[in-house]
């Protein structure tokens, strides 16, 4: 199984901040998801990146192969960031996607 | 909307009933996932359906009952569950590998009284 370890855990910071979210992964991929939970619970999708570094709005997302790492930066960070922002993985085999744990976010005015 | 639909959004039920959640999405795909969601714990697989046929079980215990009738159709059939069953089931839809995007549902809120 692929472990995905996300740090931190919890992260709070005030608006305007410049906000890191970093994710490992044990085994080698082709692609890796950010995904954003807000406290009702639904999922979206944030990125999908194989290679360099993606840009939508305020985030960006980075990854580097080689060392089986990915970045999620939130530039001037606002409240309305705040949510639960998860890292996940292709399996080894099978469809379904291997998760990390989360990275519970708030921005606070 | 990210074109998954899921049905109850919050559903209270005893452990002797009977129950079904639906998710529904017209986005084409191929792939329809059910995934648990416990406090503080990370996405669970639960079971994955690629052109309506079961591919993945992830030894999920036989109270929970799937059924895809046809690609844009997925339940989840619930029957004399547990109180630690009580959590956020969310469906999800992809094209059909890992490597594609996953779109998800907001989620059903079980609680299991």
């Known amino acids: 199984k692929n472990e995905v370890e996300q740090s931190p855990q919890n992260l709070t910071a005030q608006e305007g901040e410049f906000i890191t979210i970093n994710c490992s992964y044990s085994v080698g991929i082709s692609a890796l998801h950010w995904l954003q939970q807000h406290p009702g619970g639904g999922i979206v999708s944030l990125f999908m990146l194989s290679s360099g570094k993606k840009k939508h709005g305020r985030l960006i997302a980075t990854i580097n192969i080689q060392e089986k790492h990915s970045s999620l930066h939130i530039t001037a960070s606002h409240p309305r960031d705040s949510a639960v922002y998860i890292c996940a993985v292709p399996p080894n085999s099978g469809y379904a996607l291997n998760f990390g744990k989360g990275t519970s976010l708030l921005v606070t005015p | 909307e990210t074109g998954v639909t899921q049905t109850p959004r919050h559903l209270v039920m005893g452990m002797t009933n009977k129950k079904s959640l639906k998710c529904e999405q017209h986005?084409?795909?191929?792939?329809m996932y059910w995934y648990k969601q416990s406090a503080k714990k990370p996405l669970e697989l639960m079971f994955v359906?690629?052109?309506?046929?079961?591919?993945e079980n992830n030894s999920v215990p036989s109270r929970f009952s799937p059924e895809c009738p046809n690609s844009s159709h997925l339940f989840l059939h619930l029957h004399t569950l547990q109180p630690e069953d009580s959590a956020l089931y969310l469906c999800?839809?992809?094209?059909?590998?890992?490597?594609?995007?996953?779109?998800f549902g907001q989620g059903t809120r079980l609680t299991v009284v």
């Open positions: 999800a839809s992809s094209g059909g590998l890992a490597n594609t995007e996953a779109f």
């Open positions: 359906y690629n052109f309506k046929e079961q591919t």
């Open positions: 986005l084409g795909h191929n792939a």
